[in-house]
């Protein structure tokens, strides 16, 4: 499966983002879904993840709140809406896909695919 993130950009501190993450090649429907941000000299990091069937979510303790993720399988997408926006979340965001787990993946080792990445930055 093929995953093409979009959707980021220069945002203010307190802005707000919304990343798409769009599959080609498989329906995503058979897929654990997940996003995960690297920022410069820094290992990957886990975001926020969701179940084949929306219905479970996970987020990491980081994100207190201000992200929401959800797919839409009958468009083989996944989102992440990021609200109050801080110079911390300023990072590139990748999105995944993996099939050995079941429920969530919060473990970037758990995914098979992954998106090119969109950059987030944070900056007044």
């Known amino acids: 499966v093929q995953l093409q993130a979009s959707g980021g950009g220069l945002v203010q501190p307190g802005g707000s983002l919304r990343l798409t993450c769009a599959a080609s090649?498989?329906?995503?429907?058979?897929?654990?879904l997940g996003w995960f941000r690297q920022a410069p000299g820094k290992e990957r990091e886990f975001v926020a993840a969701?179940?084949?069937?929306?219905?479970?979510?996970s987020y990491a303790e980081f994100v207190k709140g201000r992200f929401t993720i959800s797919r839409d399988n009958t468009k083989h997408q996944v989102y992440l809406q990021l609200n109050r926006l801080g110079y911390g979340d300023t990072a590139e965001y990748f999105c995944?896909?993996?099939?050995?787990?079941?429920?969530?993946?919060?473990?970037?080792?758990?995914?098979?695919?992954w998106g090119q990445g969109t950059e987030v930055t944070v900056s007044s």
């Open positions: 969701v179940s084949r069937t929306g219905l479970t979510t």
């Open positions: 090649g498989r329906t995503l429907s058979t897929y654990g």
């Open positions: 995944g896909a993996g099939q050995r787990f079941q429920g969530v993946g919060i473990e970037a080792h758990e995914y098979d695919y």
